[in-house]
């Protein structure tokens, strides 16, 4: 009676007890769910293009964060800095699609998909041998990110929030926003649609691939650089950071990996459900449950709806 | 129904012209020195038994395939091969014979999806939908509709593709190729498995396409009677080789296509 005490009514009490701890922990899960969405993103944006599993994803994040530190660093003024990181994810984009998928195309899924892991060790590769491997600062500062927390005294007691946990916030809002719009409202997002479905029909109407390649590609960079920024500011810039790319593959799960609105929806539950679960339950089995509690969200859900919460359904017709 | 008459019945110049072309894929020649043309206006059958190389010849023809030898002209303009960018941009369209769609999408953003090469507004308009973006999305949407229209979807067209019927599908494909306002229509089997009504219906859209929008018309199709009701001229293949050329009924009574139709002992 106990332990089912301490499972099911426990933590709700304590939840309506001190409402100031819960608060603090649902912006924690928020924010640290927006930064999952992000790397998601990255991810939904290469698949729905070209099918092809992106596992160099996770790597583009650190390679987009290395990039910026690493010229400042070199004694580059850091807005340069920002603007020739983003000229760099726009080359490596470009450079992808030369050397990676044009040869590939109408390749098996499987044989692009082992391709992104080659393009992760270049990656890793071209990283360590420019700008050393050992881990970095952010140049938050620099770029006029906020730094410091606001105390509010409220639902009695103290809650507290990071600046730059808002600043990551809503640029991320904004950024995932926009994309929404562009790829669902625009030309080039139909195209995006339409290479994904097929790519003959989409040859056909006159729509290049090569173009929309370059495109996605360089969008999920964008998305990579600001995810970069945001978690190396939590942590710092190393190779290291490459284990949280892991955290996007439950949120894909979740979410549907051809949803842009699934990523947001996904990271967030992931991102919470982390956060409530450590805080709450955590302590009944001794902690450390973030290590693995979006993993077995996933598989839950691989059992019961295996296309997501937004994916696209699978149309069969017998 | 057209009047049988000789090849002289093609009403225009010549819009494309393949020749001395040839494609093999390893040991296995798909095409083998084929040479014909299209004449501005006109229908032109490609036909042929299974594995003749008709569908090979209409992939080289948009560029889906590149030929090991021989010459393409089209309006004029003279290579050795087509990309199939610059056959899209050149005003050539095409449907599948195993319908490629765009299977998520409804019909009317698959019709859309045909005016790709027709917009040409910026994304920063796009992203804001805006100013001359929205103006030009909307004329996109009229003449989307028009084509709606001219092939009756009407009632299908928030449908999204891959739950419509068969035969739907084909229309709808169809209608994204002629919402590029194409000068050259390649169809690849446009009635394949469709029942007689189906057909009929499908012939009504081929030829209205042809008299409404002076489209020029290249089609393969297995049917023989839906091939001398539509065609002006038609060419026959073989094993890669062009073995007849020439209006339908002179085609019907060759007799090298009769036996390549019908099987001899070689």
Redesign the interface.
């Known amino acids: 009676m106990g332990l089912l005490y301490q499972i099911f009514i426990d933590p709700f009490v304590q939840m309506g007890t001190a409402p100031d701890l819960f608060v603090q922990t649902l912006w924690e899960g928020i924010v640290g769910g927006m930064l999952y969405a992000l790397i998601a993103l990255g991810f939904v944006l290469i698949f729905k293009a070209s099918g092809v599993f992106n596992f160099a994803q996770g790597i583009m994040v650190v390679f987009a964060a290395l990039t910026l530190v690493g010229l400042y660093n070199a004694g580059v003024p850091a807005f340069l800095a920002l603007g020739l990181t983003i000229a760099v994810m726009f080359g490596l984009a470009y450079a992808v699609e030369r050397a990676v998928l044009r040869p590939l195309v109408n390749q098996p899924d499987i044989i692009l998909f082992m391709a992104t892991f080659g393009l992760t060790y270049f990656l890793i590769g071209v990283g360590e041998f420019v700008f050393g491997g050992d881990p970095k600062v952010m140049i938050t500062d620099q770029l006029f990110l906020p730094k410091g927390a606001v105390t509010y005294k409220a639902l009695g007691g103290i809650i507290s929030v990071q600046k730059l946990d808002v600043a990551a916030t809503v640029i991320a809002s904004i950024m995932v926003a926009?994309l929404a719009?562009?790829f669902s409202?625009?030309?080039?997002g139909?195209?995006l649609?339409?290479v994904?479905?097929?790519h003959?029909?989409?040859?056909?109407?006159?729509?290049?691939l090569e173009q929309i390649w370059v495109i996605v590609w360089f969008a999920a960079g964008l998305v990579a650089l600001v995810t970069g920024i945001f978690w190396g500011a939590r942590s710092d810039v190393s190779f290291a950071l490459d284990v949280i790319a892991l955290k996007a593959l439950p949120v894909l799960i979740l979410g549907g990996l051809t949803s842009i609105p699934g990523a947001i929806v996904g990271g967030l539950i992931i991102g919470i459900g982390e956060k409530m679960w450590e805080f709450y339950w955590g302590p009944l089995i001794g902690g450390g449950t973030d290590a693995w509690f979006a993993y077995v969200i996933a598989l839950v859900f691989l059992l019961f709806k295996p296309q997501g919460l937004f994916g696209?359904k699978i149309?069969e017709?017998v | 129904m057209r009047a049988p008459s000789g090849p002289d019945v093609a009403v225009g110049d010549v819009l494309l012209a393949v020749e001395n072309v040839s494609l093999s894929f390893g040991g296995v020649k798909a095409v083998n020195d084929v040479s014909f043309d299209i004449r501005k206006g006109e229908i032109r059958a490609i036909i042929g038994p299974n594995g003749a190389g008709k569908t090979s010849m209409l992939n080289i023809i948009n560029g889906f395939y590149q030929p090991q030898q021989g010459r393409i002209t089209f309006k004029g303009e003279v290579r050795s091969k087509m990309r199939p960018h610059e056959a899209a941009t050149g005003g050539i369209a095409r449907t599948f014979q195993n319908v490629a769609l765009f299977r998520g999408m409804t019909a009317l953003d698959n019709i859309m999806a045909g005016r790709t090469l027709k917009m040409r507004r910026n994304f920063f308009w796009q992203i804001l939908r805006y100013g001359p973006a929205m103006h030009e999305e909307v004329a996109h949407r009229r003449r989307a509709e028009e084509i709606i229209d001219f092939l009756k979807i009407q009632e299908i067209r928030r449908v999204p593709v891959g739950r419509l019927p068969y035969g739907l599908q084909k229309r709808v494909e169809l209608g994204r190729a002629l919402a590029m306002e194409p000068e050259l229509l390649l169809l690849d089997e446009p009635m394949a498995g469709m029942n007689l009504e189906e057909k009929e219906d499908m012939s009504r859209f081929v030829l209205d396409a042809n008299d409404y929008y002076g489209t020029t018309i290249a089609l393969i199709e297995h049917d023989m009677g839906v091939v001398m009701d539509l065609s002006d001229r038609v060419v026959v293949l073989d094993h890669g080789i062009k073995i007849a050329d020439g209006a339908p009924a002179e085609v019907k009574s060759n007799q090298a296509v009769i036996d390549a139709y019908l099987g001899v002992a070689h």
């Not at chain 1, 409202?185 to 080039?188: C, L, P």
């Not at chain 1, 003959?200 to 290049?208: P, R």
Request: aromatic content about 4%; hydrophobic content about 50%; cysteine-free.
């Open positions: 926009g719009v562009f409202k625009t030309r080039i139909r195209a649609r339409a994904a479905d097929s003959a029909a989409a040859l056909s109407v006159g729509i290049s696209e149309i017709r």
